[in-house]
């Protein structure tokens, strides 16, 4: 069955990097795209990023643009997301999500906690 | 970006009765949106894709309608474990992937 496990959440300082991974398992991982999405507790859901396939092609929302860097392992089935200059704002719970262009989020991860603070 | 806004922003429903749930977009999605279920504690939980095509396992009291910017999300014979929030997403223009700000069904 598919499996999406995160690791490496925590409390970090402001101005601070964590990077996040996500070990996946149960399906072709290469043939898929994979996303972060964030939620802030009490708030909405926010996709984060994305990196297609080979890795090479990869989006990030505005919000983090400059400051987050997806990337993949294919031969490890990994995904990463390296957070980097850390806010109060990123402060969420972040998803590792398995999705393609024009389909929906079908299997999500348990998620993994950020906490921004100083 | 597309913004989605959803309707009402909390539901209060009693066990056995019809929720209807509203979502709404900024431009057209076509029929490129999904609901999502999600319970505290829980990761968010595919339900509906395509507007109106249950995802796997999903029970039949729940359907989804509409196409373009008008969508809902129906859920019959409310059962004690469907009090969660809902969350609509369009997956037609990225990026950004949107959600809507969720609709919460208590008792």
């Known amino acids: 069955q598919v499996q999406l496990v995160e690791s490496g959440g925590g409390v970090v300082q402001p101005g601070r990097s964590l990077r996040l991974s996500c070990a996946a398992s149960?399906?072709?991982?290469?043939?898929?795209?994979m996303h972060w999405v964030r939620h802030v507790p009490g708030k909405g859901l926010e996709w984060v990023a994305v990196?297609?396939?080979?890795?090479?092609?990869?989006y990030n929302a505005d919000s983090v643009k400059g400051r987050f860097a997806i990337s993949r392992d294919n031969s490890r089935s990994m995904l990463y997301l390296q957070m980097n200059s850390l806010r109060a704002e990123d402060t969420a719970v972040y998803y590792c999500?398995?999705?393609?262009?024009?389909?929906?989020?079908?299997?999500w991860g348990q998620g993994t906690l950020v906490t921004v603070s100083s | 970006e597309i913004v989605l806004t959803q309707s009402p922003a909390t539901l209060s429903v009693s066990p056995g009765e019809t929720a209807t749930l509203s979502c709404r977009a900024s431009?057209?999605?076509?029929?490129?949106l999904a609901w999502y279920q999600q319970k505290p504690g829980q990761a968010p939980r595919l339900l509906i894709y395509?507007?109106?095509t249950r995802a796997t396992g999903i029970p039949a009291r729940f359907s989804g309608s509409g196409s373009g910017t008008e969508f809902t999300l129906t859920i019959s014979s409310l059962q004690s474990e469907d009090f969660a929030v809902y969350f609509c997403?369009?997956?037609?223009?990225?990026?950004?992937?949107?959600f809507g700000p969720g609709t919460k069904v208590d008792i």
């Open positions: 997403q369009q997956y037609k223009n990225w990026p950004p992937l949107t």
């Open positions: 999500v398995r999705g393609g262009p024009l389909s929906p989020f079908d299997y």
């Open positions: 149960g399906f072709n991982f290469n043939i898929y795209g």
């Open positions: 395509g507007a109106s």
């Open positions: 431009q057209s999605v076509s029929s490129n």
């Open positions: 990196a297609w396939y080979d890795g090479h092609d990869q």
